[in-house]
């Protein structure tokens, strides 16, 4: 039987699965490098720091990635529709980082001037006052990774994120512990987040050129700003989603609980970075295909990434959350109370891929209705949290399995805003979206049931956990997987670009 011939459409959508394809494989690859990376620097915070340092971490480093995402004022994302419809890349690159200069600055002045926003404790000395500050080199990385990523450089990202600042402040917080005990993780943050703005400039500078014969503009500037307000307003919602649950902890219980909390955060944050590192390659596929106005491409491009997002999020649920009591104690037994957390919160990423891919493509087609849900919902997870934790006290349950609460509502909370989200754009693409297939569950099920028979033996055998029923539950998942969920289109994620190109066709 001789091969279908495609029509233009079918081969742009060939196309495009294809260079999504090609974007998977490489954020697939830096996840995993991303995963292995992180563990060092989570470890040595752990082991060396306690729990009490990493608290106050925790929650000065919240403040300031918020304060980050307001400086980027939505131009992760945003930009790729800016650049999209630009006469002039160039400039309109270097106006968005002038716009992000200024906010930072403006943001970042702020902090410095009260900084017990960022230590509710009220203790502030050495470099306290100054880590505001890291909010410049934070959001102008940003940036630049999102000008790359329209032009399909993905590698430039998972060098910054993957390579650079996961393997620095590793390094960094072992460093500073002998140098500079009482900010070394502050220290090592910013050290990491300086480097990873370097690694994002170089390759930004390459692409796009220096700005030679560029003026900076006040009207298109201004312009915009006022265009990404509504993206903006949508990303801090989500990133609100993901952190609020520290800010809620730190206001109800003490810097260890915060701190214990945070780590299982860490890790589970993991595949949360899969998802997001998807955000720059899907933008720009997503905007071609509403200029040609192929709604049922986007439909398509929303399953596909949508299942691979999960698929791999999956595997890393499955490892973190059933031999959970094992992962935590890597860190310490002091952390191993964070078990119950780290189950919820990985869980949470899986639900929450699609929404995220659903919200890729309705910050263009509706984003102010995307914005009003998410807003709601973040509403919803923050009153579902302090009630859990109300029943829990009230139930007398101890303080560490009352900090599981908001875990617990932001997956209930994620799961809902997936459907959702689902719904509406199922409706405005009249098209089906849900990545979600019942094949996908039975390999859920098979890694659960063979991870979980590895953890039967009594508790001195903890260590057959991991080094055996880790590798039989993810071989278990991915036999499932392999067989009976993937389509060709998902089998060109493993593929050179012609064979993706060839497999979707």
Request: aromatic share 10%; with cysteine; hydrophobic share 55%.
């Amino acid at each position: 039987m001789g091969r279908p011939i495609l029509t233009d459409a079918g081969a742009t959508t060939s196309q495009e699965i294809g260079t999504l394809a090609k974007g998977g494989r490489t954020n697939i690859g830096g996840f995993a490098i991303r995963l292995i990376a992180r563990m060092p620097f989570l470890f040595i915070a752990a082991r060396l720091y306690g729990p009490d340092a990493v608290g106050r971490y925790a929650i000065a480093v919240v403040v300031v990635e918020a304060a980050a995402l307001v400086a980027t004022l939505g131009l992760k994302r945003g930009l790729a529709l800016a650049l999209a419809e630009s006469d002039d890349e160039t400039r309109t690159t270097w106006d968005a980082l002038l716009l992000t200069t200024i906010i930072g600055a403006i943001v970042a002045g702020f902090l410095c001037a009260m900084p017990r926003i960022m230590y509710p404790d009220g203790v502030v000395d050495g470099f306290d006052r100054w880590f505001a500050w890291v909010v410049l080199p934070i959001a102008l990385s940003d940036v630049a990774l999102a000008a790359l990523a329209y032009r399909l450089n993905v590698k430039a990202s998972v060098t910054a994120r993957a390579i650079v600042e996961p393997w620095t402040i590793s390094a960094a917080v072992l460093l500073y512990y002998f140098v500079a005990r009482d900010d070394g993780l502050t220290l090592a943050y910013t050290t990491a987040i300086g480097a990873a703005l370097i690694a994002s400039l170089i390759p930004l500078i390459r692409s796009y050129g220096a700005p030679r014969g560029w003026r900076p503009h006040p009207g298109r500037v201004a312009t915009l700003a006022r265009r990404n307000a509504p993206l903006a307003g949508a990303e801090t919602i989500e990133w609100g989603t993901r952190n609020v649950d520290r800010f809620i902890l730190a206001y109800l219980f003490e810097p260890r609980i915060v701190g214990i909390y945070y780590m299982a955060q860490q890790i589970s944050s993991v595949p949360q970075k899969l998802k997001s590192s998807f955000d720059p390659i899907l933008g720009p596929v997503i905007t071609h295909s509403l200029a040609r106005d192929d709604r049922a491409a986007i439909a398509q491009q929303v399953r596909q990434v949508g299942f691979w997002i999960m698929s791999a999020q999956a595997i890393v649920a499955l490892m973190g959350s059933i031999p959970g009591e094992a992962v935590m104690g890597l860190l310490g037994p002091q952390f191993v109370a964070g078990t119950a957390a780290l189950a919820f919160l990985l869980w949470g990423e899986v639900m929450a891929t699609q929404g995220a891919v659903s919200e890729a493509a309705l910050v263009y087609m509706a984003r102010h209705l995307n914005l009003v849900i998410s807003f709601v919902m973040l509403l919803v997870q923050i009153a579902l949290s302090f009630v859990l934790i109300a029943v829990m006290a009230r139930l007398g349950w101890p303080a560490t399995w009352q900090a599981a609460g908001p875990a617990v509502a932001l997956l209930l909370s994620l799961t809902a805003t997936s459907l959702i989200k689902a719904g509406v754009l199922r409706r405005l693409l009249k098209a089906p979206v849900l990545a979600w297939r019942g094949s996908f569950f039975a390999a859920v099920g098979a890694g659960a049931a063979v991870g979980t028979i590895f953890t039967l033996p009594p508790h001195q055998f903890e260590w057959v956990e991991l080094v055996f029923g880790e590798p039989a539950l993810v071989g278990a998942f991915l036999f499932v997987v392999w067989r009976w969920a993937f389509k060709p289109e998902d089998r060109a994620l493993f593929e050179k670009l012609p064979g993706a190109q060839a497999a979707a066709a």
